[in-house]
């Protein structure tokens, strides 16, 4: 599991959707300690044996987020870092650095048979090297926070507009779009592209979809996309997706 930012009733509800079970659990991933990603966390950790995987600095800062006797359940943790590679059971999972105004936020890959997922949120801008590490993906979950027109004339006020415009704070759909457009920084190998973590007041799926869609178009026929466009609801999971 990536992030806990639910909690266990909700958790537990969208893995029974899924057709997944929690005694299965073998490790939770956490990419940074922002409320959204680690709000169920401490009650996850409590219920299930599962090992947590972090960064020091985000371990600390949740220290300074979270009441003690919360902190105290995250006892079953594992320290790690940005460019590691590591396995949670057989799953070999690569943390790689995003830029994003939180402690010490990360990106994961993971590899199993033969295929590899990419997922990557919260980033203000897409690096070289994140670039690469999203490159030969068999499914990439990406960030499309925000529709810039919707978040300008939305219900946010204007420091927290310019934080989620930031270098460090949240990818729009326009900047996704220049992503997927340019084969030289998306590679169109993925048989499954999921656009991820839509803002509810300054996006809407439709749009998000059609942004992608028109990019995607935009791509050479020597370098098309033939894969399957999704976008990922914050109410329902999309179900399971077979490599």
């Given at each position: 599991m990536v992030d806990a930012g639910l909690g266990r009733r909700e958790t537990l509800r969208r893995l029974q959707a899924a057709g997944l079970h929690p005694e299965r659990l073998e490790g939770i991933l956490v990419s940074h300690e922002h409320n959204d990603h680690v709000g169920g966390l401490a009650q996850?950790?409590?219920?299930?044996?599962?090992?947590?995987?972090?960064?020091?600095?985000?371990?600390?800062?949740?220290?300074r987020l979270l009441p003690d006797r919360a902190v105290k359940r995250l006892h079953r943790r594992e320290f790690i870092r940005?460019?590691?590679?590591?396995?949670?059971?057989?799953i070999e999972v690569?943390?790689?650095?995003v830029p994003h105004d939180a402690a010490d936020p990360l990106g994961f890959t993971f590899r199993a048979n033969g295929a590899k997922i990419a997922l990557v949120t919260d980033l203000g801008y897409l690096p070289a090297l994140v670039k690469h590490h999203l490159r030969d993906s068999d499914c990439l979950i990406?960030?499309?926070?925000?529709?810039?027109?919707?978040?300008?004339?939305?219900?946010?006020?204007w420091h927290v507009k310019q934080r989620v415009?930031?270098?460090?704070?949240?990818?729009?759909?326009?900047?996704?779009?220049?992503?997927?457009?340019?084969?030289?920084?998306?590679?169109?190998?993925?048989?499954?592209?999921?656009?991820?973590?839509?803002?509810?007041?300054?996006?809407?799926p439709a749009v998000a979809q059609l942004s992608a869609e028109e990019a995607l178009r935009r791509r050479s026929p020597q370098a098309a996309f033939c894969g399957q466009l999704l976008v990922a609801s914050q109410r329902q999971p999309l179900g399971p997706i077979l490599l």
């Open positions: 996850l950790a409590r219920h299930w044996r599962a090992t947590i995987y972090l960064t020091g600095p985000t371990f600390d800062a949740l220290g940005a460019g590691q590679q590591f396995p949670v059971g057989d690569t943390a790689f650095s990406l960030e499309s926070n925000h529709d810039l027109d919707m978040l300008k004339v939305g219900p946010y006020p415009m930031g270098r460090t704070g949240h990818l729009s759909n326009h900047a996704v779009s220049e992503f997927l457009a340019d084969p030289e920084g998306f590679d169109g190998r993925a048989r499954y592209m999921v656009l991820a973590h839509l803002s509810e007041q300054n996006n809407h």
